[in-house]
């Protein structure tokens, strides 16, 4: 209903979701892909499975924004009673669909059953005047249909299933959304690490605070922190994304050389992506040792597509026996120093490489806890090496948090100190 | 308000959880801390970083529930205006607490500044009448108050200083809310893994069709289906867990045998947790070498506290060069079925256990895509081979879904296989 950019309000169906036993990705996805449309989530409601929160919750959503997408309780259980609700609230009858049916009746006989299960018939069932969107991911419908101005749409909880349908059935309704171009949000996000929000903030600020409000061409910037560091992410609005960037430009150039030694470059904001990118561009490969991340930071780096071209082996040495006999740490060393080591972690670095074949090693050791901490090595303390050819740097680390935590943030600073190495070879 | 089990209200604040830049994990976290103290979340509200849309939400959260909780917008920056929202909403002043403003100026004072930045300065406001809760973790106090029946909490958005205030400051206020014990909600979770939501449905639907309602005494079921597998939990309200546990038992002995063969035991519904739990009960070791999961499997193993004591260590095999010379893969074997096949899965899971002087090993190998699919072996086939001593068993899988779902799915499974050989073993 608003006279800007199309508007949308998400809400999320299911108990579990409010017991927090699952984590609402569907929410953030949906976020995210509108935002590439230039559809703005205003909004998002998560209720239980009762139907009158989901009826109260659509009816505040209706009256905030221009498409309404309810997602979960669309499956074949007996909690499942978004379609019910829904009805209610618009005051539609359900009816069978048709083709809903067929097409059902069709996936059971291949699978060598008769007739549709009496429960799995339920989906059967859509709201007068609604379109059905086809799922091929799963059984479950998406339902579509309009209520005087707003679009309304019933997805599937199910991630894969609730993707397939809004990229594919219902993605032609979403681009007709678009039609105030001029009101598009844009965004731009510059990504660091290794620098704690606090710090960075007062930098870029100090910055900023000599650029008077006229020039900033009504651009905002938010800071995004997490494990894994923090986004700058400026926003602005505008007819294209050339008209967005011409006006972020500046004020990015404003901050550049206190945001320099921090940023790194990847699309999607994974560090491991990044590291991937270099590796490529200088044609490098690397070989990963690890104790206390235990194969968190080669997971991260195969989980880039096409990593075998860059990416030469891991070893997960926990045990001393592992470190000596695979990698060539030497046995009076770790006597003398304990595994969690500057030398120890050199040795990682360098033997892996030299196993694996690769221009670039990373050592990491450390002591991840809850337990196995000592006075002078508390739970927290990592040794990170990175070795480039024969030379090598080591640099040692706190970090607070759980064990997650601790294997994380070293993990990042671990590709982060390569990223960093292979940057200033560059430069 | 309700006069039932206290109920709880959760407003989300920040636009890059409507932008999907951030998942909302502080929700969900608090959903299952708030559980374990018979408070349940009862909605869920997500909105940007508006001072009008923090207000609504407020006033509506408090009409539903006994306590509010707001998440984040409390922090330094300019786009955190949770305090100003909330004390509009309430008709309270913002006033600078001396506590608040004393543990800034030492914190900063520490870190060897003189007085404490303009900006940070923010956070020694708080709502007129309201109680600072201390964060151990960062700057930003927790801020409590009482409007009329209901208890109002702000608290930061940086996860691990929420759960710092909430397990620390405010549990005692939390505690007070179990007024009503008689009304508690209990849950009990039973995990599966290895089977589709709709075959696992069908199979315990048509049990329980059995079990007439008044037999049921209030117990609720409901499928949580992830990645992971598919999560059964039974509810039932009751003034003890052993007298909501009466109740439940009954239902899940109705079920037993059609779920056994896919269950796990696991507190926290990790199958690595129930993988390292089991080994140790048998005081056996586990070695893994991994191509397609590119480590993910052993950053699972380890992720679990003292895993040093099961898991003896891993390789991430990606090249043929390091599966023939680390791990004694025939390189003709290579050559005449390929990387992804049953005979150097198996290998590799020998080789990997004999290695590492393991009494288990695990092979992977796959095409975990998107691109090095073939007609034979399309993208997401995956050779799974577990050895215990020198017998090996091995499973082709085929899994959809992208190269992150693979790779977990792949992960799922190869744990599942070892966890079900050494239930197997007891039996």
Redesign the interface.
Known sequence: MSQGAASAA?V?VG???????????N???????L?TLGI??????????VAE?VGWAVR?AIQVADLVLVTGGL???P?DLTKVAVADVLGRDLVVDDRVRESLQERYREQGMEDV?P??YDQAYVLAGSDPLHNA?G?APGIFLRSDETMIVLLPG?P?ELEDIVSGSLLPHLERLQRNASDRVW?H?IHTTGIA??RL??LV?ERLADVPDEERLGV?L?????LRGV?L?F?AAGPSRDDAFARISPLMQSIEDVVKPYRFESDS?DLAEAVNQILREHGMTIA?A?SC???????Q???I????DV?????????N??KID?LGVSSADLAEHGAVSETVATQLALGVAD???SDIGIGVTGVA???GGTEEKPVGTVWIATSLGDEVAATMCRY??G???V?AKAGQAALAAVYRRLVDATA
Chains 1, 2 share one sequence.
């Open positions: 998400v999320s108990n579990e979701l409010l017991f927090g036993e699952t984590l609402d990705t929410a953030a996805w949906l976020g995210r892909k935002a703005s989530v205003v909004r998002g409601y998560t209720v239980g499975d929160d505040e499956g074949p259980t909690d299960p429960a799995a991911e059984t199910v894969r965004h996000v929000e606090s903030t007062a600020e905002r938010a800071y995004l922190p997490d986004d992410r926003t904001g990963i690890e991340t235990g194969g968190l930071i080669a997971k780096v195969t989980g597509e096409g990593a075998s990416f030469s082996g891991g070893i997960v040495a926990y045990s026996e592992s695979l196993l694996m074949n806890g809850p337990s607070s948090g064990r997650a935590a294997r």
